[in-house]
T-cell receptor, first 111, second 114 residues
Framework: TQLLEQSPQFLSIQEGENLTVYCNSS?????LQWYRQEPGEGPVLLVT?????EVKKLKRLTFQFGDARKDSSLHITAAQPGDTGLYLC???????????FGKGTMLLVSP | EAQVTQNPRYLITVTGKKLTVTCSQN?????MSWYRQDPGLGLRQIYY???????DKGDVPEGYKVSRKEKRNFPLILESPSPNQTSLYFC?????????????FGSGTQLSVL
């Protein structure tokens, strides 16, 4: 059973455009993490959100955790080619049992 | 430098030939885990360990074994590999009990079973 649905699966945009990636579930998570994975490397953590309604900013990236802690979004402002990569969300239902990953959103930003 | 080290980076083998993928972390992390990543299926957890001598099954444990005899090492063992175990494998570790339980990933092992 796929607990975390990410959309879109693929996104190809031009440099300077804005975009939003979504991570949705019918389950409640105690925390939700966003990772970015570049080709040939392992995922690298971008942010963890733990409180319903929480908003965190990381330079041009804005992360939001839904009020009911079932969904999250990642918004990138003025995307750059260096933002290219696979974006993964991961939810933790219990305090560090197993982390469930979404299938990811592949983002390509062209110059 | 804090890191998770996996070896080998690439491995081609034949069906039935036992292999071990090693994983080592230098951060004194209690938690370690193995994932496999397949196109269209995403990252799926194979096994995890909360501490030395404590291991548990993830979502896809069939065909795999692990051991945690030392805190820093968490090898993944394929006793009799089959072609459906061809995949990209990642080891990860984390410090438990902190507000931001960040997973550190290794660089991956690309395994092909012929």
């Amino acid at each position: 059973t796929q607990l975390l649905e990410q959309s879109p699966q693929f996104l190809s945009i031009q440099e300077g455009e804005n975009l939003t990636v979504y991570c949705n579930s019918s389950s409640v998570f105690s925390s939700l993490q966003w990772y970015r994975q570049e080709p040939g490397e392992g995922p690298v953590l971008l942010v963890t959100v733990v409180t319903g309604g929480e908003v965190k900013k990381l330079k041009r990236l804005t992360f939001q955790f839904g009020d009911a802690r079932k969904d999250s979004s990642l918004h990138i402002t003025a995307a750059q080619p260096g933002d290219t990569g696979l974006y993964l969300c991961a939810g933790d239902k219990f305090r560090y049992s197993t982390l469930t990953f979404g299938k990811g959103t592949m983002l390509l930003v062209s110059p | 430098e804090a890191q998770v080290t996996q070896n080998p980076r690439y491995l081609i083998t034949v069906t039935g030939k036992k292999l071990t993928v090693t994983c080592s972390q230098n951060m004194n992390h209690e938690y370690m885990s193995w994932y496999r990543q397949d196109p269209g299926l995403g990252l799926r957890q194979i096994y995890y360990s909360m501490n030395v001598e404590v291991t548990d099954k993830g979502d896809v444990p069939e065909g795999y074994k692990v051991s945690r005899k030392e805190k820093r090492n968490f090898p993944l063992i394929l006793e009799s590999p089959s072609p459906n175990q061809t995949s990209l494998y990642f080891c990860a570790s984390s410090l438990l009990g902190t507000e931001d339980e960040k997973l550190f990933f290794g660089s991956g092992t690309q395994l092909s079973v012929l």
